[in-house]
T-cell receptor, first 111, second 115 residues
Framework: DADVTQTPRNRITKTGKRIMLECSQT?????MYWYRQDPGLGLRLIYY???????NKGEISDGYSVSRQAQAKFSLSLESAIPNQTALYFC??????????FGDGTRLSIL | AQSVTQLDSHVSVSEGTPVLLRCNYS??????LFWYVQHPNKGLQLLLK??????LVKGINGFEAEFKKSETSFHLTKPSAHMSDAAEYFC?????????????FGSGTRLQVQP
């Protein structure tokens, strides 16, 4: 089983819909992150959480929200999806001072 | 502010020949540096990391990278490419931003390995 699990793996939806992407981990890490990947841009940080009560905006948080339901779960929501949010989304986890471990990604297409 | 520049968006090599993927960075402090690999439909996997110990860092699958502070570079090399090395590679710098450590990703280098 994967240490960092993202669901769904693929999603196609329409403009204006509310979308939730979920991430769960079995690594026992306290830190969790959401990134989006666009061709030629690398990964950009959307939100990060250092523990259940500590949630912070990343460099591109507009249009997104997150919820840290438990140490092992961190979900990303798009309240009203728009086409330029079409991207590959990654969840990652880490311990303090250690490299991040990534899930396999969610490919999101907004029509 | 920190930044990462991967100097080549695409690199093509023949199987059995050396691989060189170039990365330059800028950082206000002593950074940590990483190389990650991404295979199709997969997440990023850590290849190696530099955290101010030895400047030559060995990673998985025969890859290594050398930290050169004077050149602000952290190039990734492998003596002999294998077909399974075909993937996208990301150079990443970790530094302090607004009092917290944050990662900055390069834009990626796609490695093709020809038979």
């Amino acid at each position: 089983d994967a240490d960092v699990t993202q669901t769904p793996r693929n999603r196609i939806t329409k403009t204006g819909k509310r979308i939730m992407l979920e991430c769960s981990q079995t690594k026992g890490h306290d830190r969790m992150y959401w990134y989006r990947q666009d061709p030629g841009l690398g990964l950009r940080l959307i939100y990060y959480s250092f523990d259940v009560k500590d949630i912070n905006k990343g460099e591109i948080s507009d249009g997104y929200s997150v919820s840290r339901q438990a140490q092992a779960k961190f979900s990303l929501s798009l309240e009203s999806a728009i086409p330029n949010q079409t991207a590959l989304y990654f969840c990652a986890t880490s311990r303090v001072g250690q490299p991040q471990h990534f899930g396999d990604g969610t490919r999101l297409s907004i029509l | 502010a920190q930044s990462v520049t991967q100097l080549d968006s695409h690199v093509s090599v023949s199987e059995g020949t050396p691989v060189l993927l170039r990365c330059n960075y800028s950082s206000s402090y002593s950074p940590s540096l990483f190389w990650y690999v991404q295979h199709p439909n997969k997440g990023l996997q850590l290849l190696l990391k530099y955290t101010s110990a030895a400047t030559l860092v060995k990673g998985i699958n025969g890859f290594e990278a050398e930290f050169k502070k004077s050149e602000t570079s952290f190039h990734l090399t492998k003596p002999s490419a294998h077909m399974s090395d075909a993937a996208e590679y990301f150079c990443v710098v970790s530094d302090f931003t607004r009092g917290r450590r944050a990662l900055t990703f390069g834009s990626g280098t796609r490695l093709q390995v020809q038979p």
